[in-house]
């Protein structure tokens, strides 16, 4: 069956840095973009990151463009967020999404979540 499994999540003080990993089986990874959404006590989720399928294209939130870098790889099935300078905010639990657009609608899964917490 599809698995997304997170994992890399912990306690850092500001200014420090994590790399969280997802790893995917059950499904052709390399066929889908893969994101690092988050969601924080009291707020909605939100996306901080995504990277094409191929890994050549990715985006990121305002909030962490510049500190924090996806990116996959194909022959590992795994994705990965590497967290730098990290801030209070960034306290959230993180998810790992896949999702790929087909002929017959969308197929989207979601992982178990990690929890970051970033506290002096």
């Known amino acids: 069956q599809v698995q997304l499994v997170e994992s890399g999540g912990g306690l850092v003080q500001p200014g420090g840095s994590l790399r969280l990993s997802c790893a995917a089986s059950?499904?052709?990874?390399?066929?889908?973009?893969m994101s690092w959404y988050r969601q924080a006590p009291g707020k909605e989720r939100e996306l901080v990151a995504t990277?094409?399928?191929?890994?050549?294209?990715?985006n990121y939130s305002d909030s962490v463009k510049g500190r924090f870098t996806i990116s996959r790889d194909n022959a590992k099935n795994t994705v990965y967020l590497q967290m730098n300078s990290l801030k209070p905010e960034d306290t959230a639990v993180y998810y790992c999404?896949?999702?790929?657009?087909?002929?017959?609608?969308?197929?989207?899964?979601w992982g178990q979540g990690t929890q970051v917490t970033v506290s002096s």
């Open positions: 999404n896949a999702r790929r657009r087909t002929i017959l609608g969308i197929d989207n899964y």
């Open positions: 059950g499904f052709t990874f390399s066929f889908y973009a």
């Open positions: 990277i094409s399928s191929a890994g050549g294209s990715t």
